[in-house]
């Protein structure tokens, strides 16, 4: 036989010793896990819609999960989280206008703060309550889950990016929405209807 013509033989066995041999990268139980379930998917978008990827998607997990859930929750991220957002709205607000009295500042800040009226509406607005995780006997939509779990975005980017400040540019983003500081939105929130706080 002419060795070329045994190229087409040569060439299948090798197609087939490929497929037979070949064994694909191992895929550990638990990124198999993340990939499959909804919290997963839910967070992926949530890194979408404040447009920001963790290098560590174990900080958002934390962020989105109440105390009545895990031990492992958000309720340290959002201590951390009000306060990147007290920072980086005083000093906005005071770049803007050095001569801010003490009075107006503190209560701009407290105002952008607020569980209810700012710091729920930006949760909701995000749709948190559908995202956080807490225990079967616990609402998710109350204002103060919600309000916990927003401050803890932003507890959560510091840490994955080590400074407070990629965080504080992400709030204004977020609150704002589209980088526009000033919209004075209405957003319906439960059976009452607020008005989004402007940032000017
Ligand atoms: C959960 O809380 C929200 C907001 O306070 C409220 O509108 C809703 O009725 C509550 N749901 C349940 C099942 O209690």
Redesign the pocket.
């Known amino acids: 036989m002419h060795p070329r013509s045994l190229l087409p033989v040569i060439c299948i066995v090798a197609a087939v010793a490929a497929v037979v041999f070949y064994s694909p990268p191992p895929v550990s139980a638990q990124s198999l896990s993340l990939r499959s379930s909804s919290f997963s998917v839910a967070l992926e978008t949530l890194q979408k819609h404040i447009n920001y990827d963790f290098q560590n998607i174990g900080l958002l997990r934390r962020a989105m999960t109440h105390s009545s859930y895990s031990e492992e929750n958000n309720k340290a991220f959002s201590i951390l989280g009000e306060d990147i957002i007290e920072t980086t709205v005083s000093l906005r607000l005071l770049a803007k206008d050095v001569d801010i009295s003490s009075k107006d500042l503190t209560d701009r800040v407290s105002e952008i703060s607020k569980v209810e009226t700012s710091c729920a509406v930006d949760g909701m607005r995000l749709g948190l309550q559908n995202v956080v995780r807490v225990s079967s006997n616990t609402?998710s939509?109350?204002?103060s889950v919600v309000c916990g779990a927003f401050r803890a975005i932003f507890g959560a980017i510091a840490l994955d990016t080590g400074k407070s400040d990629d965080a504080g540019n992400v709030f204004l983003v977020v609150h704002g929405g589209a980088g526009v500081l000033c919209t004075s939105k209405s957003v319906h929130f439960?059976?009452r209807t607020w008005t989004r706080l402007c940032l000017k």
Do not use: A, K, M, P
């Open positions: 609402n939509s109350t204002s439960g059976r």
